[in-house]
C-alpha cells in the first residue's frame, strides 16, 4: 500500500493536464493594438504564423468539464476574438469584415461570421456565430461578453490589448463596458435620453433578464437614468477597426 501511495504521489502532477496558456495571444495584443482597441493589420500579417498556432494550441486544448466557468469564459472570448483577427488578416487588406463573404465570395457561406474555421471534438468544426450563439451566449449568463467580443469594426467595443485572464476576467469584463458606454461616439447618454449602439437593440434579451436596460446600464455610467429616458439607436459603423 505505502509503494501505491508513492507512486500515485509521483503519477498524479502528470495525470492533471495543464490548461493552455493565452501568453501568446496577449503578446500580439500589446504588440498590435493600441489602447483605443485599433489594430495594426498591416504589421499583424507578419505575426499570422504565431497567431495560427495560438489557435492551434487552442483547439488541442479546449475546455473540459473541471475548467470553472471562468476560465471557460475567457478561453472561449480570446479564441473568438483570435479568430476574428485570423478571419482578417486571410483577406486583408479589406475596407470592412463584411466584405467577407459578400464581395470576397466564398460558396455556401452567407456572412463571415459562418466560416467554420475552428475545429474541436473529433471534427467538429466551429464558426464565429457556433462560438458566440451556441456556447458562450447559451452556456453562460454574462451580458458583458458583448463588449469583450470584437467584430473588427470601428462601431464594436473597442479590442482589449491584452488577452482575457481567468482570475481578472470580472475586472476586465467592468472595465470594457463601462468604456463602451463612455465612448461618446458609440453611446450618447443623459439621465432623459439614450442614444445606444445597436448592439443594445440587437441583443436586447440578454441586458433585460434581470430587470430592464437601464437598470443594466446604470450601474455602469457616471450618469444616473431615469427609469422613463427615451432610446433610439445609432447607426452601426463596419469599417474595419484599423489604426
Not at 502528470?14 to 485599433?38: C, R, W
Not at 481578472?168 to 463602451?180: G, I, N, P, S
Request: aromatic letters at 12%; one cysteine or more; proline letters at 5%.
Amino acid at each position: 500500500m505505502k509503494n501505491l501511495l508513492v507512486l500515485l504521489l509521483f503519477v498524479f502532477p502528470y495525470l492533471i493536464k495543464a490548461q493552455p496558456s493565452h501568453e501568446a495571444f496577449d503578446m500580439l495584443l500589446k504588440k498590435h493594438v493600441d489602447t483605443n482597441g485599433g489594430v495594426n493589420y498591416k504589421a499583424f500579417k507578419s505575426d499570422e504564423t504565431p497567431l495560427n498556432d495560438y489557435l492551434v494550441e487552442m483547439m488541442i486544448d479546449p475546455p473540459t468539464r473541471d475548467w470553472s466557468d471562468h476560465e471557460k469564459l475567457a478561453y472561449w472570448i480570446n479564441v473568438y476574438n483570435a479568430l476574428t483577427i485570423q478571419l482578417v488578416l486571410k483577406y486583408y487588406p479589406i475596407e470592412s469584415i463584411k466584405d467577407i463573404g459578400a464581395s470576397i465570395q466564398i460558396p455556401f457561406v452567407n456572412t463571415p461570421w459562418d466560416i467554420e474555421c475552428f475545429e474541436i471534438e473529433d471534427g467538429k468544426e466551429l464558426s464565429l456565430n457556433n462560438i458566440e450563439h451556441g456556447i458562450i451566449r447559451k452556456d453562460f449568463e454574462e451580458p458583458r461578453i458583448h463588449f469583450a467580443l470584437v467584430c473588427a469594426a470601428v462601431s464594436c467595443p473597442k479590442l482589449l490589448n491584452e488577452a482575457y485572464d481567468p482570475a481578472r476576467l470580472d475586472r476586465q469584463l467592468t472595465a470594457q463596458t463601462k468604456a463602451f458606454l463612455a465612448n461618446t461616439s458609440k453611446n450618447k447618454i443623459s439621465s432623459d435620453r439614450l442614444e445606444l449602439s445597436k448592439l443594445f437593440n440587437w441583443y436586447g434579451g440578454d441586458f433585460r433578464k434581470n430587470g430592464s436596460l437601464i437598470d443594466f446600464l446604470n450601474p455602469y455610467t457616471t450618469v444616473k437614468i431615469d427609469a422613463n429616458a427615451k432610446t433610439s439607436f445609432l447607426d452601426y459603423d463596419w469599417r474595419l477597426n484599423e489604426q
